[in-house]
């Protein structure tokens, strides 16, 4: 949530100062957001990594130091298991969403004339995304329930159920590989539609993008 809001402040400061019209001359709108994506992936990935090597190094030393270790919850060291498809689809969704929503951030850097309209336009998909965090219980005791199955599968609320799902263990292989894919889809529209409200706002600095402008073909 934090990293995405690099691609919204990035995108709406290139549009206010008019450099995105100089960036276009010499770059490519697909290649520019491609890189864009890429960069603030890497660097998100780069502080994942370091938090988890953090905690690693916590553990050990307090292990070292102590007869007895408790981890936040409650949750039991012995109870922890490490299996490679919940590990693949914790990676696979964390980087397909985040993509998803960076793509979205960008649409709405692009599509509006200020960061501050930008701002309020980008909530709705940071309150989609932390929505799932107020059903939580329901997600982890209950997965067959309808609103659990349509938060699922819902592209906005996707990425951070099917990571809890995950977590707790209650999706089959199935089920994982067929929301992996909805994401898939949700992220490649995402970054398709940021690519064209990128090139339309360059020229269209004063007014914000409509959707139906954004979705219709050259």
Avoid: C, H
Avoid at 24 to 40: E, F, H, Q
Avoid at 151 to 174: D, E, K
Avoid at 181 to 199: E, K
Wanted: charged fraction near 10%; avoid cysteine.
């Amino acid at each position: 949530a934090f990293s995405i809001n690099y691609m919204l402040s990035s995108v709406s400061e290139e549009k206010e100062n008019r450099s995105m019209e100089m960036v276009l001359t010499y770059v490519k709108p697909r290649t520019l957001i491609v890189g864009k994506l890429l960069g603030v992936s890497l660097i998100t990935i780069t502080q994942i990594l370091f938090f988890i090597a953090i905690a690693i190094f916590s553990y050990i030393v307090l292990q070292q130091t102590s007869n007895t270790v408790s981890l936040p919850g409650g949750i039991e060291t012995s109870r922890i298991v490490f299996n490679f498809w919940p590990i693949f689809f914790g990676f696979a969704y964390l980087i397909v969403g985040f993509l998803m929503f960076a793509g979205f951030m960008i649409t709405a850097a692009a599509a509006t004339p200020s960061s501050k309209e930008a701002n309020s336009f980008s909530s709705f998909f940071l309150l989609a995304a932390l929505m799932p965090f107020y059903l939580i219980m329901t997600i982890v005791t209950d997965p067959a329930n309808p609103i659990v199955q349509t938060l699922t599968y819902l592209p906005f609320t996707s990425p951070i159920v099917a990571l809890i799902r995950n977590t707790v263990g209650n999706m089959g292989l199935v089920e994982s590989w067929a929301v992996l894919a909805v994401m898939a889809v949700g992220m490649t529209l995402s970054i398709w539609i940021a690519i064209r409200a990128f090139r339309l706002g360059a020229l269209e600095f004063g007014q914000t993008i409509k959707l139906s402008k954004l979705l219709k073909k050259n």
